[in-house]
């Protein structure tokens, strides 16, 4: 099989309730309508991209957990999960991954786990989409240390605007430090409601702030009760309700994320 070039990609925030894990199975799921093979890797604890994907975390399914944990013990490809849609593979998460920040302390390449973990697949899809805490943590870091690129989800509101300064900050650190590759390619508008007024103040502000304004997606992500519908039942909007406008919104995001070059 040839080898693909890879994009791997991770969905940041350090903010909570923005859209980020949403957007990566979402996201995910349009690219695959677009022929893409894409592989999630749920790197945050709460392992709700994995639910969100109709995989229920459970200990007898290997993890993501178990692959940054045995030094290399738990080959990759007995971590995958092949989901229901073809061409989405996943990487589960479980709850012991909350633990792993503990346990990884002293250990050795401690930053470079889940790259390593990860390499033997890295030319085998399109895309590798890693969800991430919302919190700056080790297991962050481990994803930047893989990742060549970050999308930005950014809910349409105040705080989830002033928290992106802090991001960017901590992306520039770990290029500098980790990962000289890394930059964030584009910060994607979410929960978003142009009928409110701090919706538009927000989205201002992300057009014309200096440092954000090119990075911004065309494509915004509407506040739209079916995607919350079809997480609650395993299955990604585009799949779920295709007419919906969390459908319609995936599907144009992921067109424009395969038009920007990586």
Avoid at 61 to 84: C, F
Avoid at 162 to 180: C, H, K, Q, S, W
Avoid at 227 to 253: K, T
Wanted: aromatic fraction near 6%; charged fraction near 25%; proline fraction near 5%.
């Amino acid at each position: 099989m040839a080898q693909k070039k890879t994009r791997a990609i991770a969905v940041a925030n350090e903010k909570g309730g923005v859209g980020k894990t949403v957007t990566v199975i979402n996201l995910a799921a349009a690219l695959t309508l677009a022929n893409q093979s894409v592989l999630v890797v749920d790197m945050d604890p709460q392992a709700n991209a994995t639910r969100g994907l109709g995989v229920v975390p459970d200990d007898d399914l290997p993890s993501v957990y178990d692959l940054i944990m045995n030094n290399g013990r738990k080959a990759v490809e007995e971590t995958v999960v092949t989901s229901r849609w073809e061409g989405l593979d996943l990487i589960p998460s479980h709850v012991d991954l909350s633990g792993a920040e503990v346990e990884l302390v002293d250990a050795e390449g401690r930053e470079n786990r889940l790259k390593d973990a990860l390499a033997p697949v890295a030319g085998r899809y399109d895309f590798i989409l890693m969800d991430t805490p919302p919190s700056l943590s080790l297991l962050t870091v481990n994803v930047f240390s893989f990742a060549s690129e970050v999308l930005v989800p950014c809910q349409t509101h105040p705080y989830a605007f002033g928290a992106l300064a802090e991001l960017f900050d901590t992306v520039d650190a770990v290029r500098e430090e980790i990962n000289p590759g890394l930059f964030i390619s584009g910060i994607i508008p979410t929960l978003v409601d142009l009928r409110t007024r701090v919706a538009n103040v927000v989205m201002d502000r992300l057009k014309t702030d200096e440092r954000y304004r090119d990075l911004v997606f065309d494509t915004a992500i509407r506040n739209n009760t079916t995607i919350a519908e079809s997480a609650e039942v395993g299955r990604p909007v585009v799949f779920y309700r295709r007419s919906s406008h969390g459908a319609i919104d995936y599907n144009d995001l992921a067109d424009e994320l395969l038009s920007r070059s990586a």
